[in-house]
């Protein structure tokens, strides 16, 4: 297929992270010969949009950045409420990418108001977001989206591939797997042995720093950030922002019952717990030393 992708980016309620995002991804010179885009906020003015709104033109991807509201005194642009818009030019995509956890699931900006503000199609795990029944919107969800997803994503159902999604509508090639899997602290899970403090590059940060690598659909620890690092590679815990009910409170915390963290998916408490005593009973020397110790 030769010809280019035709996107207009939309924004909610938003930071603009995900559009800085997008912009960071590593392979964008190459990647920008590949599309067209109509309309982004952050690069075209107000007369490259109304002309577009007042036109019939249809386009590929309508990409959504931000939380939405019926509430119009919440979102307006070029003083016509954001509902109108969205759905004028909702009606002339292809496909709505919900780009972001804010435009998934309402993420921080539902906080505020969880009965006014939503995502697209879900508020916060319950379908019934701003549009109750749509059917070519597909979620990507991450505070903010990782680009290699979204221009994954993009490049798939431009090359007419089927992409599977999950009961939230994301695809499955990135949200199957597990924060955790690919964290290079996994041997300090398995044993049990705490990371000290934040930044060291010692430990799992699981059991006293909140980390949720193993609740969090993502493969971020898979394919890194700008190919180099992730949050748990520099010493800092997942905070699950793939997820439905990001941002949880308490972000630097592990939520305890009884002085027992929570459990991974798929694992029932008595085995998880079983096998995490046994482990924390050995002392791996080798685990609970420096990795690079200063003074050898
Ligand atoms: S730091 Fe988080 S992601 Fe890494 S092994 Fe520990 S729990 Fe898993």
């Given at each position: 297929m030769s010809h280019k992708y035709s996107i207009i980016w939309l924004q909610g309620l938003t930071c603009n992270g995900n559009s800085h995002s997008f912009l960071n991804y590593t392979h964008m010179p190459s990647f920008a010969?590949?599309?067209?885009?109509?309309?982004h906020p952050l690069w075209c003015g107000a007369e490259d949009f109304m002309s577009l709104l007042n036109s019939d033109v249809t386009f590929d991807f309508l990409i959504l950045e931000g939380a939405l509201s019926h509430d119009e005194r919440l979102i307006q642009r070029f003083n016509l409420p954001f509902y109108e818009i969205l759905d004028t030019l909702a009606a002339r995509a292809k496909y709505i990418i919900c780009a972001g956890s804010c435009a998934s699931f309402?993420?921080?900006?539902?906080?505020?108001?969880p009965e006014k503000i939503t995502g697209a199609l879900f508020s916060g795990k319950e379908?019934?977001?701003?549009?109750?029944?749509?059917?070519n919107i597909i979620n990507i969800s991450?505070?903010?989206?990782h680009p290699r997803w979204l221009v994954e994503t993009l490049v798939a159902l431009h090359h007419g591939e089927k992409v599977l999604l999950d009961e939230?509508?994301?695809?499955k090639e990135v949200?199957?797997?597990?924060?955790?899997?690919?964290?290079?602290r996994n041997e300090y899970f398995e044993w049990k042995?705490?990371?000290?403090?934040?930044?060291?590059?010692?430990?799992?940060?699981?059991?006293?720093?909140?980390?949720?690598g193993p609740m969090s659909h993502a493969n971020c620890n898979k394919i890194l950030w700008n190919d180099i690092s992730s949050k748990t590679r520099a010493g800092?815990?997942?905070?699950?922002?793939?997820?439905?009910?990001?941002?949880?409170?308490?972000?630097?915390e592990t939520q305890k019952n009884m002085s027992l963290p929570q459990t991974p998916f798929g694992i029932s408490k008595r085995a998880y717990y079983s096998l995490a005593g046994v482990a924390k009973s050995f002392k791996i020397e080798r685990l609970e030393k420096k990795l690079i110790d200063e003074n050898d």
């Open positions: 010969a590949s599309f067209d885009m109509l309309y309402g993420g921080v900006f539902r906080l505020r108001d379908k019934g977001g701003y549009w109750l029944e749509k059917n991450g505070c903010p989206v939230f509508l994301r695809p949200f199957s797997y597990l924060a955790h899997h690919g964290c290079l042995v705490d990371s000290k403090q934040l930044g060291e590059r010692e430990g799992c940060l699981f059991y006293e720093h909140g980390c949720l800092s815990p997942c905070l699950g922002c793939t997820e439905f009910d990001f941002p949880r409170r308490a972000l630097y």
